[in-house]
């Protein structure tokens, strides 16, 4: 099988060859590409390419800026390392994903899944352009305010005066841009999925982020990450080096 990867991160492309050559040792990678600008070129020509392995965020954009400017016909399979919402997309609209960091065992069922239904996969674009309409609809939907109580009364706080949310010994607590802090009765996964991606990123297990409250980025060892926040963590905010660059593309949207 021949397969093109979408993908800017150098470690995260050569580790998906490295899983898919340890998968099946017959499929062949064409090529790799590494932004928007250069995945237009490659598919604005014929391609033997059967299946294509495409991040979300590329160095130059976002890779749904590909469509606008290509029409692709090869199943692809897209990876990434957040947004809830376009994962449910791509449930309801049979594009497969993989969310980073890569699995062998999840790499291993999305092949086995385009090989059963290779001939059943309908046109590309028409996936792209529903699962496109259903983030719109989406977006509509996402949490405005949360209802938490303080002593003996209930308090409406606005998603947008919060500055993170975080996990403190199993409690979820929401801080906002003044300082004040209210637990929440959810968990944090739940949270993620309710909150605009645009807005608030989920920075590593325990922390949920609003871009507002960033105040600087510091590289760490190995690749990793602090985030600085206003106002300031009771713990450190380090981001891995797999988040490293969805963080970094996220604060620059």
């Known amino acids: 099988m021949k397969v093109v990867i979408v993908e800017d991160e150098i470690a995260a492309s050569e580790n998906l060859i490295y899983l898919?050559?340890?998968?099946?040792?017959?499929?062949?990678?064409l090529n790799v590409l590494d932004s928007v600008t250069t995945a237009v070129a490659y598919f604005s020509k014929p391609t033997e390419a059967e299946l294509v392995f495409m991040d979300i965020h590329l160095a130059d954009g976002i890779s749904f800026e590909i469509f606008e400017?290509?029409?692709?016909?090869?199943?692809?399979?897209?990876?990434?390392?957040?947004?809830?919402?376009?994962?449910?997309?791509?449930?309801?609209?049979?594009?497969?994903?993989?969310?980073?960091?890569?699995n062998e065992e999840e790499l291993s069922e999305a092949i086995?899944?385009?090989?059963?239904?290779?001939?059943?996969?309908?046109?590309?674009?028409?996936?792209?352009q529903g699962?496109?309409?259903?983030?719109?609809?989406?977006?509509?939907?996402?949490?405005?305010?949360?209802?938490?109580?303080?002593?003996?009364?209930l308090i409406p706080v606005k998603t947008g005066d919060i500055a993170y949310f975080y996990i403190d010994?199993?409690?979820?607590?929401?801080?906002?841009?003044?300082?004040q802090?209210?637990?929440?009765?959810?968990?944090?996964?739940?949270?993620?999925?309710?909150?605009?991606?645009?807005?608030?990123?989920?920075?590593?297990?325990?922390?949920?982020i609003n871009k507002?409250?960033?105040?600087?980025?510091?590289?760490?060892?190995?690749g990793k990450l602090i985030v600085n926040v206003n106002p300031p963590s009771?713990?450190?905010?380090?981001?891995?080096?797999a988040k490293a660059s969805d963080v970094k593309n996220w604060l620059n949207s």
Not at 132 to 152: N, P
Not at 169 to 179: M, P
Not at 181 to 208: C, G, W
Not at 234 to 241: L, M
């Open 234 to 241: 009771p713990e450190r905010i380090v981001a891995s080096k």
């Open 112 to 128: 086995n899944k385009f090989k059963n239904n290779a001939t059943l996969t309908p046109p590309v674009n028409n996936q792209i």
């Open 131 to 153: 699962m496109l309409e259903l983030l719109q609809s989406k977006s509509k939907a996402y949490k405005t305010t949360y209802l938490v109580q303080k002593r003996d009364e």
């Open 169 to 179: 010994t199993g409690i979820v607590k929401a801080v906002t841009h003044t300082n």
């Open 212 to 222: 507002t409250a960033v105040a600087n980025v510091k590289f760490y060892f190995n």
């Open 20 to 29: 898919l050559q340890k998968i099946d040792a017959d499929i062949e990678v």
């Open 69 to 102: 400017q290509v029409k692709i016909t090869t199943p692809i399979i897209f990876t990434t390392a957040y947004d809830q919402y376009a994962i449910k997309a791509f449930k309801v609209n049979s594009v497969d994903y993989l969310l980073k960091p890569l």
């Open 181 to 208: 802090s209210y637990m929440i009765t959810k968990k944090l996964e739940d949270i993620e999925l309710e909150l605009n991606p645009a807005e608030f990123h989920r920075v590593n297990r325990q922390f949920i």
